[in-house]
């Protein structure tokens, strides 16, 4: 965003606030700048390029995603249960915003029979949504790009999130904002081949079969994990595996006896 646009609405020049929603109107502050709406404003909201729902022209987001001309575009999802694997990778791939129109993820679901249920190679924004799965990987990043997941909740995959960008000069950077990832048979976030840099404010990862967050050390995956106020507690084998990746902790909760980078954390309370 260019430094004129975040002085105008008041966000932090110089901090990579993109997927922050500062007029808290559901849409991030880089669709309100690249859709030239003010991120200030909650009154002042960008027009959805796609909606999707009963009675719109798409009925589910696949269909609205390969109508997709262009980047930078907005979809909305009305509330429902849509049984399909989003695929946003390949020559088609978009820069895109899929955003529940509800602000409570738990009435928009997304659930596909088998598989993953969301993979994107292009800068994803993804808000408000539940993402159950019978096994796949909840959002498999691939390619490159910057990501937000914002308010959802990742409920029975294997893994929650799965970051493997497409070569060692490639690097993603995923926020993780308001999220829970819990009930999956692999790890909460794996941070796979290749560095991805993440940063997890106000998310739970629970309850999760393998670790909360697993780094890859193949590939030179010297991935960061930065957690602001998160809890990590439950998962079943510890909450980290880290070789070749950093962990920083700031007010956060992390099951365990180890001791993380950062203050304020609150450890071994069990
Ligand atoms: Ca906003
Ligand atoms: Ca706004």
């Given at each position: 965003m260019d430094d004129s646009y975040e002085i105008t609405h008041g966000l932090a020049v110089g901090v990579d606030d993109r997927h922050g929603d500062k007029d808290g109107d559901g849409f991030p502050n880089l669709a309100e700048y690249l859709k030239n709406t003010s991120a200030s404003d909650a009154g002042s909201v960008p027009t959805a390029d796609r909606m999707v729902g009963t009675g719109e022209t798409y009925t589910t987001i696949s269909s609205a995603l390969a109508s997709l001309t262009a980047d930078d575009q907005i979809i909305v999802v009305k509330p429902g249960v849509y049984a399909e694997s989003v695929g946003n990778t390949g020559a088609g791939a978009k820069r895109v915003f899929i955003i529940s129109e509800s602000v409570d993820p738990n009435i928009t679901t997304l659930k596909p029979a088998s598989g993953s249920t969301i993979s994107s190679s292009k800068d994803l924004?993804?808000?408000?949504?539940?993402?159950?799965?019978?096994?796949?990987?909840?959002?498999?990043?691939?390619?490159?790009?910057?990501?937000?997941?914002?308010?959802?909740?990742?409920?029975?995959?294997?893994?929650?999130?799965?970051?493997?960008?497409?070569?060692?000069?490639?690097?993603?950077?995923?926020?993780?904002?308001?999220?829970?990832?819990?009930?999956?048979?692999?790890?909460?976030?794996?941070?796979?081949?290749?560095?991805?840099?993440?940063?997890?404010?106000h998310t739970t990862i629970c309850g999760q079969a393998s670790y909360a967050i697993y780094n890859s050390t193949s590939g030179g995956g010297g991935s960061t994990y930065t957690l602001t106020n998160c809890v990590m507690w439950n998962n079943g084998s510890s909450e980290f595996s880290m070789s070749g990746g950093a962990v920083t902790a700031t007010y956060s909760c992390i099951k365990g006896s180890s001791v993380y980078s950062g203050t304020g954390n609150i450890r071994a309370c069990y």
């Open positions: 924004y993804l808000r408000g949504f539940t993402l159950s799965s019978a096994g796949g990987n909840g959002v498999g990043l691939t390619g490159s790009g910057s990501h937000g997941i914002v308010q959802c909740v990742l409920h029975g995959h294997s893994h929650g999130i799965y970051s493997q960008p497409a070569s060692s000069s490639a690097r993603n950077f995923v926020d993780v904002i308001g999220s829970i990832v819990l009930n999956g048979s692999g790890s909460g976030i794996y941070g796979a081949t290749n560095a991805s840099t993440f940063r997890l404010v």
